[in-house]
């Protein structure tokens, strides 16, 4: 006679789209990196305070000591940051991510990466995106041309649009995110974060018809409130890249 078993389980995992903060070193100097990172937490505490960081030694011109390696997942850490993984990059990075008993996280590569330069990184299963926090606050409708969100996205919440463009045409308040592969175009007030380029598409845009934004990023590259002109808020802005540094103006 097979035993009964009580298949419920005590924990539901799901995987979901998560906004993670990606360092990419390009100098191995604990100290340097703690104090900027530091003052990165003293500026926006709201958006770095307590982030999950994702540390990429893809910079480097080769894999660094674990001792190096454990000085600054500590600075990090005393910065007031989280570190939970490494970017995948090599076999050595792999070796030093066991030693540190931290995971790897292969997307953070391909984001810095020209065609041909490497073997590409082991892809992770595509889940079907999910909010990371909260779910939104109404289902969002679109096709392989733009995703269309039409309800307020709220404190916690996330929409995220994978493979495309994101049009919004409510608010998104303080403490929200709205991500997009593309740009993303939000026809109301921008409270709270807005990542465009997310997968390294430096061609992306962010349009906002009024702007009090915590946080604005296309391809990695970002601005927080406090970096841009006061003259800003409140009006219709568009944000873009040029020549690699992320440009905020006013919408005439």
């Known amino acids: 006679m097979a ?12 995987i979901g789209q998560v906004g993670i903060a990606n360092l990419r070193v390009r100098t191995l100097d604990p100290q340097r990196l703690g104090e900027e990172m530091a003052e990165r937490v003293r500026r926006a505490p709201k958006l770095f305070e307590r982030a999950a960081v994702v540390v990429d030694f893809g910079g480097l011109s080769q894999c660094p000591a674990e001792d190096s390696a454990r000085a600054l997942i500590t600075a990090l850490r ?27 996280l292969a997307k953070f590569r391909a984001q810095y ?22 779910p939104t606050a109404a289902p969002a409708s679109g096709d392989a041309c733009g995703m269309v969100h039409t309800q307020p996205v709220r404190s916690g919440q996330q929409v995220y649009a994978q493979g ?5 045409t ?19 007030p921008l409270r709270g974060r807005a990542l465009a380029g997310a997968q390294g598409d430096a061609r992306a845009r962010i349009f906002c018809r009024e702007f009090h934004g915590e946080l604005l990023a296309i391809a990695g590259h970002y601005k927080v409130f406090e970096d841009l002109p006061a003259a800003l808020r409140g009006k219709p802005v568009q944000a873009w890249l040029d020549g690699g540094t992320l440009r905020v103006e006013e919408l005439n």
């Open 113 to 134: 990466e020209r065609a041909g330069d490497a073997a590409p990184a082991p892809a992770p299963a595509q889940p079907e995106p999910a909010p990371a926090r909260a």
């Open 170 to 188: 409510a608010q998104v308040g303080a403490g929200a995110e709205v991500i997009a592969d593309g740009s993303i175009h939000i026809y109301a």
């Open 78 to 104: 005393q910065a007031g940051v989280l570190p939970v993984a490494l970017a995948y990059g090599t076999s050595d990075i792999q070796a030093l991510a066991e030693r540190l008993e931290l995971p790897l």
């Open 164 to 168: 495309r463009d994101l049009v919004l």
């Open 3 to 14: 035993a009964n078993f009580d298949f419920e389980q005590a924990g539901e995992l799901k």
